[in-house]
């Protein structure tokens, strides 16, 4: 029998190409497991290198340009210390009355389980798939399991800061709330290799979460969350809060009358979310509009309460809790 | 072509995919670079017709390896960019930087907009967006494009190593 040339190899190739570009992904699972073991060592360190230039030459284009902008923004920062020692005083004393009075506060920390530490190896090739490569911890097997990281803040000892400082950030800041909210959800484990495991982050085009909106607000009284809506990953850094309706107030949230969701307003996961059992915050609302597909109804933009461009670590929750031997 | 070289050069490439490519990225990695895109089209301009059109095909199912999403979809598409350059390159300057930026543009949009397009007919939740459809892949290409001159005139000293010394 006659091997096909090169030219009707091709043709052949394009046409597995085709038919696989087709298959499910889990398909393709035992391919990919053997590919990453290998892409680990290879662009593991490079990528940390990556990672490290990308901030330093965000650093040095906040840089203060003279010694008269140096000596000023050093005023400003004292200053700003000053008011943030005292908002901070402030804001324990408010998030005592909210927890007291709601008792919401152990529904964000995690029950039981235990949460597994992970590297984050590299990010992914393709610009507009959201995905991470995690060093696989040796008693890690499942899929289905979610990621949550700390939240990042971009300043550290260099700026004075250290473990035992009260940290306090405004409702409307990036970073979240470093006090309240200990951990913030990343995405979920979607593939696990030998030594590695993929995490599709939230904000991927496929991902899907049920979450529910909460808002601060000075004295409030509501003790309950939200009603259930459904965030999906819109690429890169974005996601969206579909299917809103006027009526659907957020927990927190005074009267029925207002729209369902405000900027600023946070986004939580659900509780009765599979393998969690925990509510963690997912971003902040940045946006709200009335929705062009379906009238009368409510979309809104999401910001991930983590910036996945700084992660190096995760930790993976593992919602079993085994026995002793 | 040598096969040792082009493996060399490949992984390189999917090394600066992946470490590099995050790093420069624009927007918050809404716009990178796509290196093994630059080699596809080395290969395709100077190697002999059907080596290239299996070794541009062969780059594209290393970046499948080494993403989430289906399979096949670089695969399928790299190896038409493979078959237009090697269709038209007999008609154009290939040795000249505005034809290495025109053709990562035409070529970096058609073969983004293969993949998106798949992902997006694929997605039952609906996540894909005008921004991803089009404005995307086509800042992908245009940051490739950018990028290709230069690159290119690395890859062309290596022609010799590469046994690109004849015109294919």
């Not at chain 2, 070529?107 to 991803?132: K, P």
Request: a positive charge; one cysteine or more.
């Amino acid at each position: 029998m006659r091997l096909p040339g090169k030219k009707q190899t091709f043709w052949l190739l394009m046409g597995a190409s085709l038919v696989a570009m087709w298959l499910p992904a889990r398909y393709t699972y035992a391919l990919r497991n053997l590919m990453d073991p290998m892409l680990a060592p290879l662009a593991g360190r490079p990528f940390r290198a990556g990672q490290d230039l990308r901030e330093w030459a965000g650093d040095w284009t906040a840089r203060p340009k003279d010694a008269k902008a140096f000596r000023s923004l050093k005023d400003e920062n004292e200053e700003l210390r000053r008011q943030l020692a005292q908002l901070g005083e402030e804001y324990r004393s408010r998030l005592n009355e909210i927890a007291e009075g709601q008792a919401f506060r152990k529904d964000l920390l995690l029950q039981q389980g235990r949460l597994i530490p992970s590297e984050v190896l590299l990010r992914d090739a393709v610009a507009w798939r959201e995905g991470l490569l995690l060093d696989r911890p040796a008693d890690f097997t499942n899929r289905k399991q979610w990621a949550v990281s700390r939240i990042f803040v971009d300043r550290g000892s260099s700026s004075d800061v250290s473990d035992d400082l009260w940290t306090v950030l405004p409702l409307d800041s990036d970073a979240g709330q470093a006090e309240l909210f200990k951990c913030a959800m990343v995405g979920r484990v979607e593939r696990v290799g030998q030594v590695t495991a993929r995490i599709q982050l939230l904000s991927d085009t496929d991902s899907v979460l049920q979450v529910q909106i909460f808002r601060i607000q000075r004295g409030s009284e509501a003790a309950e969350w939200g009603r259930k809506c459904v965030l999906v990953g819109r690429g890169p850094g974005r996601m969206m809060v579909k299917e809103l309706t006027r009526g659907q107030t957020p927990a927190g949230a005074r009267s029925a009358s207002g729209p369902p969701a405000e900027v600023g307003d946070l986004v939580f996961s659900d509780e009765s979310t599979p393998n969690l059992g925990a509510r963690l915050v997912v971003g902040r609302i940045t946006a709200v509009r009335e929705s062009t597909d379906s009238p009368g109804k409510f979309e809104c933009d999401v910001t991930p309460a983590v910036n996945c461009d700084r992660l190096r670590r995760v930790w993976l929750v593992d919602p079993n809790v085994r026995e002793p031997k | 072509m040598r096969l040792l070289p082009f493996v060399i050069l490949a992984v390189v490439t999917l090394v600066l995919q992946l470490a590099l490519a995050p790093a420069i990225s624009l927007t918050s990695a809404s716009f990178m670079p796509q290196f093994p895109l630059i080699l596809a089209m080395f290969v395709a301009l100077y190697a002999r017709a059907d080596v290239a059109l299996i070794a541009c095909w062969s780059l594209g199912l290393l970046l499948d390896l080494s993403s989430r999403g289906p399979m096949g979809g670089f695969a399928f598409a790299f190896g038409l960019v493979g078959l237009g350059i090697v269709n038209i390159r007999a008609s154009i300057f290939r040795d000249h930087p505005l034809s290495h930026f025109f053709l990562a543009m035409v070529f970096g949009v058609v073969a983004n907009e293969i993949v998106c397009l798949r992902e997006a007919f694929g997605s039952q939740l609906g996540g894909f967006t005008w921004h991803h459809l089009f404005v995307i892949p086509a800042g992908n290409a245009v940051y490739t494009a950018l990028l290709a001159p230069y690159l290119m005139l690395l890859l062309v000293r290596l022609r010799r190593v590469m046994d690109f010394t004849e015109r294919a």
